[in-house]
């Protein structure tokens, strides 16, 4: 049996790609096409990943089941940053005719709960869940459905925020990263370049970003050392800021 869904409640989640390239974002396709004949007839656009909360649902559950629902992926970091409840948050026209063709009436004001999400896309295949899904760099992010480009842009603060604060960028690497790896990806977070002596140093006063045990031959003709994030010694060093802007 069907569950119910709150109409007055959703989530819509920013997840966040790195692909050693480029930050990227998780995009789902909308299409609304004929049905006796499989067309697309009114329009094909984009939007993120959400979808409406189940009445008995936690929300933080909805978070993970509507990512697993679109993509097929599980345990994936997420964090909740905020409420967008403007009623004139659905007031698109394609976006009104998006939820009638959906069966969901677009006069119900729905308060959506955003949260980002991180992911190393290196080993990451999306599954095929019934829509299309796919990664677009941020910066080249087109016109998304509903208010999607405000909650991605309210997103990529929250992000830049946060890892002002704790080390979380490194969730956005494998497993075991290289110190320029990790400034790669702070610096395509920025979207600036940071000093590299001053990076490494700040880096390497972290007691819970520690050298790994052996060193691997990562890039052609090159070894480097590689890290591990090791979250015990993190807890030890609860409340430290990790600021590397300065």
């Given at each position: 049996?069907?569950?119910?869904?709150?109409?007055?409640?959703?989530?819509?989640?920013?997840?966040?790609?790195?692909?050693?390239?480029?930050?990227?974002?998780?995009?789902?396709?909308?299409?609304l096409t004929d049905e006796s004949n499989g067309y697309?007839?009114?329009?094909?656009?984009?939007?993120?990943?959400?979808?409406?909360?189940?009445?008995?649902?936690?929300?933080?559950?909805?978070a993970s089941r509507i990512l697993f629902d679109l993509t097929g992926l599980e345990n994936i970091y997420l964090e909740k940053f905020r409420t967008f409840d403007d009623p004139d948050r659905i007031s698109k026209p394609l976006d009104k005719l998006w939820l009638k063709n959906i069966d969901r009436d677009p006069?119900?004001?729905?308060?959506?709960?955003?949260?980002?999400?991180?992911?190393?896309?290196?080993?990451?295949?999306?599954?095929?869940?019934?829509?299309?899904?796919?990664?677009?760099?941020?910066?080249?992010?087109g016109t998304l459905g509903f208010d999607h480009n405000y909650i991605l842009r309210e997103g990529l603060i929250a992000l830049r925020?946060?890892?002002?604060?704790?080390?979380?960028?490194?969730?956005?690497?494998?497993?075991?990263?290289?110190?320029?790896?990790?400034?790669?990806?702070?610096?395509?977070?920025?979207?600036?370049?940071?000093?590299t002596r001053n990076f490494h140093e700040k880096i390497n006063s972290m007691n819970c970003i520690v050298p790994y045990n052996m060193e691997e031959n990562i890039f052609k003709n090159k070894t480097v050392q590689l890290y591990v994030f090791n979250e015990n010694e993190y807890k030890k060093e609860s409340g430290k800021i990790m600021d590397v802007m300065d």
């Open positions: 049996m069907q569950k119910e869904i709150n109409k007055h409640l959703s989530v819509d989640c920013v997840v966040f790609g790195y692909d050693s390239k480029n930050l990227n974002v998780l995009l789902v396709k909308r299409t697309v007839f009114y329009f094909s656009d984009y939007t993120l990943a959400g979808n409406h909360v189940y009445i008995d649902e936690k929300i933080d559950d909805a006069s119900f004001p729905v308060v959506s709960i955003g949260y980002f999400a991180l992911l190393s896309t290196k080993d990451i295949k999306l599954k095929w869940k019934g829509r299309e899904v796919k990664w677009v760099p941020v910066n080249d992010v925020n946060k890892m002002k604060q704790e080390p979380i960028g490194f969730k956005l690497l494998p497993t075991k990263f290289s110190i320029t790896q990790l400034q790669r990806v702070y610096e395509k977070v920025y979207d600036m370049k940071f000093n």
